[in-house]
Structures are given as C-alpha cells and as structure tokens.
C-alpha cells in the first residue's frame, strides 16, 4: 500500500480505519449479501446506518431533541441558496459577515432574495483575516445572522462566536468538529461533507427543528428544510452511500475521544506555523490571531520558488500543497484525519527547502 500524505482541501484525507471498514464492508455489508450502495434506503438495514449516523453526530456536538440533522444533497454551496430562499422575506433583512471567498459566495446568493446587511467586509484584507470583536454593525430585528467560521481559502478561523442578536447560522464546512465550539449558540449550521466529515456531494445540516418549520412554504419541496425535518432526509432516495461514511467518520471521532482531536489539531497547525515564525523565507497569508488551524496558508518569496516546492514536495510523497488558483501561495489543509506524521513529514521539507533555496 502506498498512501501519500493528502493535504487536499477537499475532498480530503478520511481515516484510514474508515476506508478499510468500507472495503471491508464494500462487497457484503456485515452479511447483508450487498453493498450499502445496493440496498434500499426503506430497508431496515439501511435505516440503522442513517439514524446511527445522526445520532453519533448529535452526541458529538452536544445536540437535544430540539435539533434535527439533515443530509441535503448540493454540498455546501446549496445551503448558500437554501438558507435565504426558506428564510429571507423581501421586506426583511439578515446580516451577514463577508470575510472571504466562502463568506462572500454565501452574501451574493442571499441578495437573490432580500436585504443583505455586511456587518463587516474583510474580504479582500492581507493579511486575511476574521472582523474583530468589535467591528460588527449586527442589525437589529435582522431575521437572522450568517458567518463562516474558518474561511478555506485565505486560512482564516473565527477563534470566538459572535453574539449578534439574531438566530444565528453558521457555514463550519472546513472547521466542523475541529476545535471546542458551543453549538447550542447557533439556529443552524452546516458543512459541506468532504473536508471533516466524509465523501463530497452532500451537506449535513444541523437546525433547529421549530426553526425549519418556520421556513417559506411556497418554494419547492426539495428546497424547504422542513421536508428533511419531517421525513428525517428521506423524502427522495439520499445520498446513502456518502452518509454511510459520514457515520463510520463520526464513529471514528468518538473512538479517537473529540478533545484528542481537538488537542492533535492544535499542535498539527502549531507545528507548522512555528516553521513559518521562524523563518524570513516563508511568510504566513493570515492575521496571527486569526490563523486557522485547518488550513494553513502561506507564502515564498517568489511564485517560481512556490511552484517548485509544490513539484518537490508532491515528488516526496506529500500531495496537493498548492494555494487555491484564486490566491495562489501554498495550502497545508490539515483535517481531524490528517496524520501527525503528514505534518512532521511537511516541517522537515520546509526546513531542508529554505535551506536549499532561502
Ligand atoms: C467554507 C466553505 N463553505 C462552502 C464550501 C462549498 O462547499 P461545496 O463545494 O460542497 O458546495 C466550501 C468548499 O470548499 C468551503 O470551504
């Protein structure tokens, strides 16, 4: 076997144990006869891979019966859409803090539907950042608020939640699961699958079930958040293969213990950030006290320097380094699955490659 340490931004790096389950399992599904991807979402086998699936992850984020998880199919970028069509009125507004590429596709699609509020643009600043704690102009009466907690792209994190005054909504696709958060502060969150959570295609939902009920009921019935509330994300065939993994995914996070994670996710990105301090060669892209433990973005002193040491790293077995063709630069993602010694690997060739080329 010869894996290759993946910091692919997703879809990324899964647990291997999860894999090897899902080989295991790929052929006859713990004596089923068939696959999971074979089987009928109605069938009593399926039916327990979905509710253990919402039920490890509800135990992980600490959420009552006051909270439904949704699998909804369109990734991250549908939930963009889906939140102002079944929750901004014409005559309303919801706040919204643009803070990057992620945050800023999420504005454009609710202006489609109402009055859009950006309660702190930072956009385009560099070193990237999130707003400070003061700097927000949270509306009041907005229908509701929306961040991103950990801005993929530039490799800024939220380190602390807003208090904004308005059911809050939250896009965690790259930081979900990562580090300590209180997700009762929030209405409703969710994550595109692919970077924490499992395979691309699907996002899991998080809302709170009065909420949904309180959604638009005049657009279309795969569109409105209470038909997954309702039917428990079955009204049409789900994505049974993608929530499959998603659930040995949670399984896997509650075996590793999630504060263990949390603990390994700080020193994965200290290790490298401290690379980075040390150096006059590699320059980081975010605000120190912003810099995302997730993503970690960085920068040489020249492009054709970043290009080769894409080239080598890739040659020494370390995969997918490249910033995003938007900012260019380099990108470690470093997932909860993405190995201890991945990071090791890539702070040693970062030390060898300035002192080749620094
Ligand atoms: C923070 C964030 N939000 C949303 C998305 C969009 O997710 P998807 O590609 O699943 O639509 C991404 C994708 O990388 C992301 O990083």
Same mark, same amino acid.
């Given at each position: ?5 993946n910091?692919?931004?997703?879809p990324?790096?899964? *647990?291997l144990d999860?894999?090897?389950? %899902? ?5 006859? /599904? ?6 999971? +991807?074979?089987m ?5 086998? $399926?039916?327990?891979?979905?509710q253990?699936?919402?039920?490890? !992850?509800?135990?992980? #984020? ?7 998880? #949704?699998?909804i ?6 939930? !963009?859409? +889906?939140?102002? +069509?079944n929750?901004?009125?014409? @005559?309303?507004?919801? @706040? $919204? ?8 596709k ?10 859009v509020?950006v309660?702190?643009?930072c ?6 950042r ?6 927000c ?10 961040? #991103? ?8 994190q ?11 909504f ?8 990562? #580090? ?5 502060? !929030?209405?409703?969150? /969710?994550?595109? %699958? ?8 699907m ?22 958040y209470?038909? /997954? ?14 929530i ?14 999630k ?10 990105a ?17 605000k120190?006290e912003?810099?995302?433990? +997730? ?5 040489? *002193? ?8 894409v080239k ?6 370390m995969k997918?380094?490249k910033?995003h063709?938007?900012?260019g630069?380099?990108r ?15 702070v ?11």
């Amino acid at each position: 076997m010869s894996r290759v340490y993946n910091f692919s931004a997703g879809p990324a790096a899964l *647990p291997l144990d999860v894999l090897q389950a %899902a080989q295991k399992d790929l052929i006859d /599904y713990k004596g089923c006869g068939m696959s999971v +991807m074979e089987m009928s979402h109605r069938g009593k086998d $399926y039916d327990v891979i979905h509710q253990e699936a919402i039920a490890t !992850f509800k135990e992980l #984020c600490g959420l009552n019966d006051d909270w439904s998880v #949704c699998f909804i199919q369109g990734g991250g970028s549908m939930q !963009f859409a +889906m939140i102002p +069509m079944n929750f901004l009125t014409k @005559d309303g507004s919801a @706040d $919204y803090i643009n803070a990057g590429a992620w945050s800023s596709k999420a504005v454009k699609q609710a202006q489609m539907f109402g009055n859009v509020n950006v309660v702190a643009n930072c956009q385009k600043d560099i070193p990237t950042r999130m707003p400070e704690k003061d700097e927000c102009k949270w509306t009041q009466g907005a229908l509701y608020s929306h961040i #991103c907690t950990n801005e993929t792209i530039s490799g800024a994190q939220l380190k602390e939640i807003p208090e904004t005054g308005s059911p809050l909504f939250a896009d965690m696709s790259s930081d979900i699961l990562s #580090c300590e958060r209180d997700y009762s502060k !929030f209405s409703m969150f /969710y994550a595109g %699958a692919q970077k924490n959570l499992g395979p691309s295609g699907m996002a899991v939902v998080a809302i709170r079930k009065e909420l949904a009920e309180k959604g638009a009921a005049t657009i279309p019935t795969m569109l409105q958040y209470r038909t /997954y509330v309702d039917e428990d994300s079955l009204h049409n065939t789900p994505p049974t293969w993608a929530i499959y993994i998603f659930g040995e995914t949670m399984k896997w996070v509650k075996r590793m213990g999630k504060e263990n994670l949390f603990k390994l996710n700080d020193e994965k990105a200290q290790k490298i950030y401290n690379v980075i301090d040390a150096s006059g060669f590699y320059r980081g892209t975010a605000k120190k006290e912003f810099r995302s433990n +997730m993503n970690i973005t960085w920068r040489l *002193p020249s492009e054709e320097l970043e290009t080769l040491f894409v080239k080598q790293a890739a040659e020494a077995g370390m995969k997918s380094l490249k910033g995003h063709r938007s900012v260019g630069g380099i990108r470690a993602s470093i997932y909860n699955a993405f190995p201890m010694e991945g990071v090791d690997a890539l702070v040693d060739f970062m030390k060898e490659f300035e002192k080749k080329n620094g």
